[in-house]
């Protein structure tokens, strides 16, 4: 066709080259009079469940009673006989929490139950379950009512208790995010084969156990040491010297000695309070033009621990994509210089993905009682490639309690909340840390003793009008304000943020200004004043002592917020450590020699079928320790295997400790990623699989896997693409199977003299760009904000089955799944064999064209197709906010893609080499 490029290409050019769970009982509590007799508390109510005790679940009855006018939580068991009744006073002393489950990779909505710990005055923590998480949770929001109006709320004895977790939420107890769509990391199979110990035992993670004691590196030294020249001291046996032998014959008994150590926690630790100072702006790109005193040092005592978090350091377009910034060096030095002068401070760590930057410095004097520290980040932007949105994330045990600080700035614009929630579950679910010992599971954020979120999390007010808004700040009618704010919305519909706390927000709200004033935003746009600033936590023996802004900065459009914490952390006490460490090496000693460790499965098969791209699907089944010793299990290669599950396969929890009665429930997630879904698609690979779960001094159980997989036109060549005028699902296998070998073995693709001649460009890459030609050049932000999971799904669904006329969901998912299907080719657009010389030739607009001139048709028709398209959007970029050198970054990555080989290893320089040859046809005429 002839003309001009983009409409010729695009509007009139086809595919071919033509024109055109069951609930519990829930009962009021009968009443008594006066004179001793119970009472009803307003709206109170029983509520059934079990008890968990010692591996075991007894059933079990909660009931809230008043007695004399105070009240009560009586718990009653159904199993013994007569039943047991026992009172735990509401009083300032009780507390109670819902622990948080791990964020499910899963897409839809289910209501699993809840946990529940309880501690009163003289009573034990106890663990109970309840099978309907609504019901609890209007049982414990009256239980809190009820507290709230009998006692003033205060912060419990830091000292008292330990270990406990208190009472979470500004409207009632804290729940667990709610199991929903969540952002996957397409990168699954790296996931499970590069990180392949990647969770804790669930069990173990609901009880929210802390890692075991921290062992600086000469304490077994010491303990020698010491037993030597201390009579007072206890001996230390061999069998205890030969825990720190790094041989693989004491390592599982290594593992197992910890696992015991860190559940007998009360038993060695103290509680000491430290002062932790949190930050966080949101500095629009500037740099620091001066003092930030006002901000970090504004208190009189100077803080043990700093977390200072910025958004948006450095707004290029070569930071988006995770280049260097100058900025970086520039806000680290500027901190440094306004630390509080009452204390010495050393850094522990800074870790930054393109403008989110988090730092963490303690005070000199407690620098050595911090270890185990390690840094993580996860782009939330489209693809994850683009880190302009996302999160960073740093842990830490300081003495014995475990801390992880995440900085992130979630999805912009008023209307996006469920993109900001789908970026907080992104975060969630994809964030972890691989602990030094690679054989221990990976830690995800909410294992952590204590969890403190800061960033611009941009959520909004429901209000339209500005003025309105700025009225009602004038007026300091900012708890009316509050009822409007997506945060509290969202956590209150238990979306986003629900096991969080956040103090009462007392400061105007931080965004937005004109930049170096304070009067609010006086742009054409005009937005509308928000909290967009913010600090939330979890975990126990955390007091807020201040949650502020800080006017008097004005570099930025954002003001800064802190807060300043008093957190209960657990310290060692060396004496009491080594008391109950040599209790358990001799127990040990005892059971080994006695007992075997021994398991029951609930279920030894399963079946996936219709298994799809990018859907993840999830089997579960039970696991218990039927013997009389604690046991350690894991999933183990096969002989002649390097990992233990294939890459579209894994198992979670992979490996664990179960007490004697013990169960665990473990899933097995099928995902198929673009690492994958060749090898399905081709037949290559099925979904068959043996998983060998082995257990340490017993024996192995096999686990057999089958299913079927549907395939799709993600993943698959673009030759064998151009050959098919029907949808990919409705092509027999057989026939997709011959058709990729005949293409491998190379029947001619230039032929002419064929009647069934191949399509132009496969059609899937038509129907996606045509239209985005169509509806999407003004739109604002292409290709750089994310589409939503579920859109996402209905659009390569839609690929698949049909030839539509009109695409499912938005722009922005319709942009994201463009990208997708380019970046699950098996081989890239630019074949794999050119992709040294087009980084040779980068710098010769002519050479580069000769290179496009030997790319197999297919390639060479997609190449010219993309870039007639990828210049028409240019010429809107003043409503697109495109530009050649995001758009060359962005789809360098995905059309001139390194071999295999070779990816780990391009360096900055090769990148950018790639980037300027996409340049030469962004940038040149359509003469190629």
């Given at each position: 066709p002839e003309g001009r490029p983009g409409e010729c290409a695009l509007a009139q050019w086809g595919p071919d080259g033509s024109d055109a769970s069951p609930a519990p009982v829930a009962r009021l509590v009968p009443s008594f009079g006066p004179g001793g007799a119970m009472e009803p508390a307003a709206g109170s109510r029983s509520l059934s469940g079990v008890e968990v005790t010692a591996g075991k679940k007894v059933k079990c009855e909660l009931s809230l009673v008043q007695r004399h006018g105070e009240y009560e939580?009586?718990?009653?068991?159904?199993?013994?006989?007569?039943?047991?009744?026992?009172?735990?006073?509401?009083?300032?002393?009780?507390?109670?929490?819902?622990?948080?489950?791990?964020?499910?990779?899963?897409?839809?909505?289910?209501?699993?139950?809840?946990?529940?710990?309880?501690?009163?005055?003289?009573?034990?923590?106890?663990?109970?379950?309840?099978?309907?998480?609504?019901?609890?949770?209007?049982?414990?929001?009256?239980?809190?009512?009820?507290?709230?109006?009998?006692?003033?709320?205060?912060?419990?004895?830091?000292?008292?208790?330990?270990?406990?977790?208190q009472v979470k939420g500004l409207s009632g107890p804290a729940e667990p995010p709610a199991a929903g769509i969540l952002g996957f990391e397409d990168n699954f199979s790296a996931m499970s084969l590069e990180k392949k110990r990647n969770l804790h035992n669930q069990q173990m993670s609901a009880r929210r156990e802390p890692p075991p004691p921290p062992l600086p590196p000469n304490r077994p030294c010491l303990r020698e040491k010491e037993a030597v020249v201390s009579k007072d001291q206890p001996k230390v046996s061999n069998t205890m010297r030969m825990l720190f032998v790094p041989n693989t014959q004491t390592g599982q008994r290594e593992g197992l000695i910890k696992h015991i150590i860190a559940k007998r926690e009360k038993e060695y630790v103290n509680i000491q309070n430290f002062r932790f100072f949190v930050g966080t702006w949101n500095v629009n790109g500037q740099s620091p033009d001066g003092n930030l005193e006002p901000w970090l040092n504004c208190d009189p005592e100077p803080p043990d621990i700093y977390c200072i978090g910025f958004q948006e350091l450095d707004l290029s377009t070569e930071a988006f994509f995770y280049f260097e910034s100058t900025k970086e060096q520039e806000w680290l030095t500027a901190v440094e210089r306004a630390l509080h002068v009452k204390a010495k401070y050393k850094k522990v760590q800074l870790v930054r993905l393109v403008g989110m930057m988090l730092l963490i410095f303690a005070r000199k004097d407690q620098f050595g009682h911090i270890q185990d520290v390690m840094a993580e980040t996860v782009g939330t932007g489209i693809m994850g490639k683009m880190g302009n949105k996302?999160?960073?994330?740093?842990?830490?045990?300081?003495?014995?309690?475990?801390?992880?600080?995440?900085?992130?700035?979630?999805?912009?614009?008023?209307?996006?909340?469920?993109?900001?929630?789908?970026?907080?579950?992104?975060?969630?679910?994809?964030?972890?840390?691989?602990?030094?010992?690679?054989?221990?599971?990976?830690?995800?954020?909410?294992?952590?003793?204590?969890?403190?979120?800061?960033?611009?999390?941009?959520?909004?007010?429901?209000?339209?009008?500005a003025n309105e808004v700025k009225a009602l700040i004038s007026n300091n009618e900012l708890q009316q304000l509050l009822t409007y704010d997506q945060?509290?919305?969202?956590?209150?519909?238990?979306?986003?943020?629900?096991?969080?706390?956040?103090?009462?927000?007392?400061?105007?709200?931080?965004?937005?200004?004109?930049?170096?004033?304070?009067?609010?935003?006086?742009?054409?746009?005009?937005?509308?004043?928000?909290?967009?600033?913010?600090?939330?936590?979890?975990?126990?023996?955390?007091n807020q002592l201040q949650y502020r802004s800080h006017m008097e900065l004005k570099t930025s459009d954002h003001k800064p917020v802190s807060s300043l914490f008093l957190i209960g952390v657990k310290v060692?006490?060396?004496?009491?450590?080594?008391?109950?460490?040599?209790?358990?090496?001799?127990?040990?000693?005892?059971?080994?020699?006695?007992?075997?460790?021994?398991?029951?499965?609930?279920?030894?098969?399963?079946?996936?079928?219709?298994?799809?791209?990018?859907?993840?699907?999830?089997?579960?089944?039970?696991?218990?320790?039927?013997?009389?010793?604690?046991?350690?299990?894991?999933?183990?290669?096969?002989?002649?295997?390097?990992?233990?599950?294939?890459?579209?396969?894994?198992?979670?929890?992979?490996?664990?400790?179960?007490?004697?009665?013990?169960?665990?429930?473990?899933?097995?997630?099928?995902?198929?990623?673009?690492?994958?879904?060749?090898?399905?698609?081709?037949?290559?690979?099925?979904?068959?699989?043996?998983?060998?779960?082995?257990?340490?001094?017993?024996?192995?159980?096999?686990?057999?896997?089958?299913?079927?997989?549907?395939?799709?036109?993600?993943?698959?060549?673009?030759?064998?693409?151009?050959?098919?005028?029907?949808?990919?699902?409705?092509?027999?296998?057989?026939?997709?199977?011959?058709?990729?070998?005949?293409?491998?073995?190379?029947?001619?693709?230039?032929?002419?003299?064929?009647?069934?001649?191949?399509?132009?460009?496969?059609?899937?890459?038509?129907?996606?760009?045509?239209?985005?030609?169509?509806?999407?050049?003004?739109?604002?932000?292409?290709?750089?904000?994310?589409?939503?999971?579920?859109?996402?799904?209905?659009?390569?669904?839609?690929?698949?089955?049909?030839?539509?006329?009109?695409?499912?969901?938005?722009?922005?998912?319709?942009?994201?799944?463009?990208?997708?299907?380019?970046?699950?080719?098996?081989?890239?657009?630019?074949?794999?064999?050119?992709?040294q010389r087009c980084l040779d030739c980068s710098q010769d607009s002519r050479l580069c064209r000769q290179v496009i001139c030997q790319l197999p048709r297919s390639h060479r028709n997609v190449f010219r197709y993309l870039m007639a398209f990828l210049r028409e959007l240019l010429k809107y970029s003043e409503d697109n906010n495109v530009s050649a050198n995001m758009l060359a970054t962005l789809f360098g990555s995905l059309l001139l893609r390194p071999p295999p080989n070779l990816l780990a290893k391009q360096t900055p320089q090769e990148r950018q080499r790639a980037i300027n040859f996409l340049l030469v046809f962004l940038l040149g005429v359509d003469d190629y």
């Open positions: 939580l009586v718990i009653r068991s159904r199993e013994k006989e007569p039943p047991v009744q026992e009172k735990i006073p509401i009083n300032n002393c009780f507390k109670y929490v819902q622990e948080a489950e791990e964020t499910l990779l899963i897409d839809i909505a289910t209501n699993t139950g809840c946990k529940i710990r309880l501690q009163g005055d003289c009573t034990a923590e106890r663990l109970f379950e309840f099978p309907d998480e609504e019901q609890c949770v209007g049982f414990f929001t009256e239980v809190l009512r009820v507290q709230k109006a009998q006692t003033k709320v205060s912060f419990p004895d830091l000292v008292d208790h330990a270990s406990w977790h996302g999160g960073v994330a740093v842990r830490f045990v300081f003495h014995n309690t475990s801390f992880c600080i995440v900085n992130s700035h979630l999805a912009a614009h008023v209307e996006d909340f469920e993109r900001r929630n789908q970026d907080y579950k992104d975060i969630c679910a994809r964030m972890s840390f691989q602990t030094p010992d690679q054989s221990q599971p990976q830690l995800t954020i909410m294992k952590h003793d204590v969890v403190i979120w800061l960033g611009d999390l941009n959520y909004r007010l429901c209000l339209p009008d945060l509290n919305i969202q956590r209150t519909q238990k979306t986003a943020f629900a096991d969080f706390t956040e103090g009462e927000i007392k400061f105007i709200p931080t965004y937005k200004f004109d930049s170096k004033t304070d009067r609010w935003d006086s742009s054409g746009k005009c937005r509308v004043p928000a909290w967009c600033d913010r600090i939330l936590w979890r975990g126990g023996s955390v060692v006490d060396e004496r009491r450590y080594r008391k109950v460490f040599e209790d358990i090496v001799r127990m040990m000693d005892r059971m080994e020699n006695e007992f075997l460790p021994s398991l029951e499965l609930s279920r030894r098969e399963f079946s996936f079928e219709n298994v799809k791209f990018r859907q993840l699907r999830k089997e579960k089944f039970q696991i218990t320790n039927n013997g009389q010793v604690t046991c350690h299990f894991s999933f183990i290669p096969k002989l002649t295997d390097s990992q233990y599950c294939k890459p579209w396969l894994r198992a979670e929890p992979c490996e664990g400790y179960l007490e004697p009665n013990e169960t665990v429930d473990i899933s097995l997630d099928v995902y198929v990623s673009k690492d994958s879904v060749t090898l399905l698609n081709s037949g290559e690979d099925k979904i068959e699989e043996i998983l060998v779960l082995h257990l340490d001094r017993g024996k192995d159980y096999f686990l057999t896997i089958s299913g079927s997989y549907l395939p799709s036109c993600f993943g698959t060549s673009l030759e064998a693409l151009c050959w098919m005028k029907r949808p990919i699902r409705e092509v027999p296998i057989t026939k997709l199977i011959d058709l990729e070998k005949s293409l491998l073995e190379m029947v001619p693709q230039d032929s002419e003299d064929s009647g069934d001649r191949p399509l132009h460009v496969p059609k899937e890459i038509w129907i996606l760009v045509d239209h985005l030609f169509k509806n999407a050049c003004h739109q604002e932000d292409l290709f750089q904000t994310p589409g939503m999971q579920d859109e996402l799904q209905d659009i390569i669904e839609c690929l698949d089955t049909t030839i539509p006329e009109t695409i499912p969901g938005s722009n922005h998912s319709v942009a994201e799944a463009l990208l997708i299907f380019l970046e699950a080719l098996p081989e890239p657009v630019i074949c794999y064999e050119l992709y």
